[in-house]
T-cell receptor, first 117, second 116 residues
Framework: GAVVSQHPSRVICKSGTSVKIECRSL??????MFWYRQFPKQSLMLMAT?????????EQGVEKDKFLINHASLTLSTLTVTSAHPEDSSFYIC?????????????FGPGTRLTVL | AQSVTQLGSHVSVSEGALVLLRCNYS??????LFWYVQYPNQGLQLLLK??????LVKGINGFEAEFKKSETSFHLTKPSAHMSDAAEYFC??????????????FGAGTQVVVTP
């Protein structure tokens, strides 16, 4: 149980285009989903938190107009990287949790490797 | 604010030897602590978590961790390393403030290499 999927697993796009990444909880309802960014050989950096049916909250320094997050249902959240540039190339990972307690486990997706040419 | 520090960015162990990964936390309130493992080009998998019940927590794949309040530590151990344990390991603490509620703060990670 507690499986989270991401699609696509890998995407290459041209500079200036937009890319959408999907995160789905397959066997549970995710009240909260998180989006992380991970640079090579570094830790995960939280970008934003999204609760179903409400606007995402972004961490300091993350451009909300560039990284659009939509948590339309209890099983789906999307991250759209708008007008992507080479510096947006990274590994993007989502996670989901079924409840909002501090001790509740976050279940992670397999990640999406974005390369912007 | 809560934070975690992982000592040692790289650890090399021989197959069959003890694996010890160090994690120290900083928190003004009793923390909730997690250990995750990441294999190359994959997401994170939960190994175990401490949620203020038993201080010795057993996880998957033979790993366990002990919460020591006096030392503010949550070190991860496995008695006998296997080649499949080669991966990146992250310690994390769950946020307890209004702004950080339920968010994970990760350590820098420790890369484990297992040699035959």
């Amino acid at each position: 149980g507690a499986v989270v999927s991401q699609h696509p697993s890998r995407v290459i796009c041209k500079s200036g285009t937009s890319v959408k990444i999907e995160c789905r909880s397959l066997d549970f309802q995710a009240t909260t989903m998180f989006w992380y960014r991970q640079f090579p050989k570094q830790s995960l950096m939280l970008m934003a938190t999204s609760n179903e049916g409400s606007k995402a909250t972004y961490e300091q320094g993350v451009e909300k107009d560039k990284f659009l997050i939509n948590h339309a249902s209890l099983t789906l959240s999307t991250l759209t990287v708008t007008s992507a540039h080479p510096e947006d190339s990274s590994f993007y990972i989502c996670s989901a949790k079924s409840r909002r307690g501090v001790s509740d486990t976050q279940y992670f997706g397999p990640g999406t490797r974005l390369t912007v040419l | 604010a809560q934070s975690v520090t992982q000592l040692g960015s790289h650890v090399s162990v021989s197959e069959g030897a003890l694996v010890l990964l160090r994690c120290n936390y900083s928190s003004s309130v009793p923390p909730y602590l997690f250990w995750y493992v990441q294999y190359p080009n994959q997401g994170l998998q939960l190994l175990l978590k401490y949620t203020s019940a038993a201080t010795l927590v057993k996880g998957i794949n033979g790993f366990e961790a002990e919460f020591k309040k006096s030392e503010t530590s949550f070190h991860l151990t496995k008695p006998s390393a296997h080649m499949s344990d080669a991966a990146e390991y992250f310690c994390a603490v769950s946020g307890m403030t209004t702004d950080s509620w339920g968010k994970l703060q990760f350590g820098a990670g420790t890369q484990v290499v297992v040699t035959p």
